[in-house]
């Protein structure tokens, strides 16, 4: 007697072997008689009290002949040695007028954690199908049921979700799991999901008392958002005619020459998984970010790269820092890439490269901080393992719009937060002892990055939301934005005796914006310790070509430095 399956099955095959002959049980049961065929296997309920181990009761089959005993073994499952002990021997229960049902009651012990209990019935023409169940060796209070950590929002696309992950402690007793939204979705109990039917809100009640099992612990609700299947615009490698003016995220799929294409933006995925990492930060801190659209649906453009997987990985050719972490120079690489099939670079659009292919088995992806470029990729059946990767069991969120929301984190200038184990920015820089766990949070304590700005900004203070809240916009090198100051490049010179002009060159000549007094820098960064705070209202949008010059004095000679070219894009 090797083979142990589950309550459910067991049943389920059982059933398979019902014969109807006898249509229906009487109360009186004859004390002998003559049969033609063996009886049904026994029907049978495992059921808790408020206390004890589970009763396994065995009742006479509805139809087919009528048995005259049970016969029953039990063999327990001892967790020190983690083996079955041997099975007992058969022991006997004959079924008289006052004695229809046979209830077995199982005692806990510490050494023991489950019991497979083994029947069949009989009767002068033979015996039964066996049916087998195995339970664990548990109090009720020990087997109540806890909500799924599963994500609450799921795209329709999903199609089933398996029951099994409505049992998230992996109780071993079947849960009965009734829609309530049948319109939404529905329990298909034969292939043994959960079908998802209509976007909207699916609820679902959880039980422990069905016709194979019964304990006093309570019911539990549970609903979880479908999100409508996306619209998927026709694949292009351009960026297409902007819905908004000023900031926005445009989403990029790459393939590589090397690796082949899992043809994630015709599946949908990418769009789901932008609006699953959308409905994750709102159901977080009631707020989503502004995305490139065109006429309302994701304007994802597609890049089929020139470069290797290799070429894109870490440690290969020069590197870049990022976070603390040296990573391969892909951002530059890709987005040179991106802006030669659009005609040149997009100052004020973040990029956020999905790259279909591995490009470092220890994470999914990077990004500059702060900037405008970042990355997500699959990993090595880390990031991405299919479909069932959208119920992010656990996490509570699906690891690719954990790592959209990650790196957009880092280009809004949020550093890895070490602090919990379960902070969406908790990243490799983080001791290897804190280990991601639990559902994903983000900033619980309002104090890092979500409220404050201890790790390195406030992402509620920033230009980046739909709902058009914030102060200023990204801070990015060689970029202003109209209504915030902008930060000119800091120099240093030897002396304080100069007046700095900033000029700006309109129509070929210079014309001087502003003059500054120079200062001291208590802490400069080399020998010279003279610099100036150069900061000016852009005053019109377009791409501006400034000079410093430093004013002529009886000791000194004018001196016009190089120009350089800042960006104000809105
Ligand atoms: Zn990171």
């Known amino acids: 007697m090797e083979i142990r399956i589950s ?19 009487t109360n009186d049961l004859p004390a002998a008689f003559a049969c033609k065929k063996p009886p049904a296997s026994p029907i049978s309920l495992t059921s808790w009290a408020r206390t004890g181990g589970p009763a396994i009761k065995l009742t006479v089959a509805p139809t087919g002949e009528l048995p005259t005993h049970f016969l029953w073994a039990t063999s327990l499952y001892n967790k020190i040695n983690k083996k079955w002990e041997p099975w007992s021997a058969w022991k006997k229960f004959t079924i008289s007028k006052n004695r229809k049902n046979l209830i077995y009651q199982s005692k806990l012990t510490s050494k023991y954690s489950q019991i497979s209990f083994v029947s069949y019935a009989g009767n002068t023409c033979g015996r039964s199908g066996t049916i087998q169940l195995r ?266 719009s954990d790592t959209i929301i990650h790196e957009l984190l880092h280009n809004f200038g949020v550093a890895h937060v070490c602090i919990d184990q379960s902070d969406i920015m908790i990243g490799n820089s983080c001791p290897d002892s804190l280990v991601r766990k639990g559902a994903v949070t983000i900033d619980t304590t309002h104090t890092r990055y979500v409220g404050g700005s201890l790790s390195g900004a406030n992402i509620l203070s920033l230009k980046v939301w739909s709902d058009g809240t914030g102060e200023r916009h990204i801070p990015l090198p060689d970029v202003c934005y109209m209504g915030e100051l902008c930060i000119f490049p800091t120099k240093y010179w030897s002396t304080n005796a100069q007046l700095l002009d900033l000029q700006e060159s309109v129509g070929g000549n210079w014309i001087t914006l502003a003059t500054f007094t120079a200062y001291k820098d208590p802490n400069p960064p080399g020998a010279y310790p003279y610099t100036y705070d150069v900061k000016l209202m852009p005053t019109s949008i377009g791409v501006h070509t400034y000079r410093y010059r430093l004013q002529p004095t009886a000791a000194w000679n004018e001196y016009l430095d190089t120009p350089f070219v800042i960006t104000v894009p809105y």
């Not at 099955?9 to 109807?20: D, E, F, I, K, Y």
């Not at 990573?327 to 990029?351: H, I, M, R, T, Y």
């Open 135 to 400: 339970v664990p060796l548990k109090s009720s209070s020990q087997l109540t049921l806890l909500p799924p950590q599963i994500a609450s929002s799921l795209p329709l696309s999903l199609s089933s979700i398996s029951l099994n992950y409505f049992d998230p402690d992996y109780l071993g007793i079947p849960i009965l799991v009734t829609s309530q939204t049948p319109s939404i979705c529905t329990t298909d109990l034969t292939k043994n999901v959960l079908s998802l039917l209509a976007p909207g809100s699916c609820k679902i009640r959880l039980s422990e008392n069905s016709k194979l099992v019964s304990t006093p612990n309570p019911d539990i609700s549970f609903q979880f958002n479908i999100l409508e299947n996306p619209v998927v615009l026709p694949e292009t490698t351009q960026d297409r005619t902007d819905d908004i003016q000023g900031f926005q995220i445009h989403v990029v799929y790459v393939t590589v020459r090397d690796a082949p294409s899992n043809d994630f933006y015709n599946s949908g995925d990418i769009n789901n998984w932008v609006a699953l990492a959308q409905e994750w930060l709102y159901e977080q801190i009631g707020k989503r970010l502004i995305f490139d659209t065109f006429q309302g649906s994701l304007d994802v453009s597609t890049l089929k790269s020139n470069y290797l997987t290799s070429d894109l990985s870490h440690g290969n050719g020069a590197t870049e820092i990022i976070d603390g972490e040296e990573v391969a120079d892909s951002l530059p690489k890709l987005a040179n890439e991106f802006n030669q099939a659009n005609g040149g670079g997009k100052v004020g659009k973040n990029l956020f490269f999905i790259v279909d292919a591995n490009l470092d088995p220890r994470y999914c992806g990077w990004g500059k901080m702060p900037g405008a470029l970042a990355l997500g990729y699959l990993g090595e059946g880390r990031c991405w393992q299919g479909s069932s990767s959208y119920l992010g069991v656990g996490l509570k969120i699906n690891y690719m």
């Open 7 to 25: 309550l459910r099955l067991t049943h389920l095959v059982a059933l398979t072997l019902l014969l109807s002959l006898f249509p229906i049980l």
